[in-house]
């Protein structure tokens, strides 16, 4: 069970994504809400790092009428990296962490990355990792400082990146020229 106020006005059956894993509300009361993890799930996230009393990103999903901040965040965990190492800078965190290749190749350097259900702009990116800073606000009211070297992060791609790849790949197989 996890014990939160963001509960309130949640119904069972809505989704409620805990650390960017889009999770359905299947118990819930005034004080917190319990949720089905699949097998698949545990084996791609870090959902199955987690102790009772751990801290996790809690986000409710956006309805057609909200105003969207950030970029598309689905809650679907593509794979995880790990966190390498805090470095301040100016009052920011530049936290930098290893990532896999699978998603590596949709990551551009101003461009956006999820990391634990937090939408983020990767200020750096190497052959196998990535660097984001965390603002004063992100480390204030997310779980990403109180993670340490070696502990393992959700990754989210932009699934932009990710729909152009396809619609080209799909282009090329027919035989079109991608104009």
């Known amino acids: 069970v996890i014990d939160a106020k963001l509960v309130r006005g949640t119904n069972l059956g809505d989704s409620i994504a805990v650390n960017g894993v889009d999770l359905t509300v299947a118990y819930q009361d005034e004080g917190g809400f319990s949720a089905h993890v699949m097998p698949e799930t545990y084996r791609r996230t870090n959902l199955s790092d987690l102790k009772a009393g751990d ?20 809650g679907v965990v593509e794979a995880t990296g790990t966190l390498e190492s805090f470095t301040p800078d100016q009052g920011a965190i530049i936290a930098r962490y290893k990532a896999p290749a699978e998603i590596l190749r949709y990551v551009v350097v101003k461009g956006p990355i999820t990391i634990d259900g937090a939408s983020l702009t990767v200020i750096e990116k190497t052959e196998d990792s990535l660097a984001v800073s965390l603002v004063e606000y992100t480390q204030e009211h997310t779980n990403h400082t ?34």
């Open 146 to 179: 109180r993670k340490v070297p070696g502990d393992r992060i959700n990754l989210e791609s932009d699934i932009i990146a990710r729909y152009v790849e396809q619609l080209l790949e799909d282009r090329q197989g027919s035989g079109q020229s991608p104009e």
């Open 55 to 74: 801290r996790v990103n809690l986000e409710r999903s956006l309805t057609l009428a909200d105003r969207l901040s950030g970029h598309l965040v689905r």
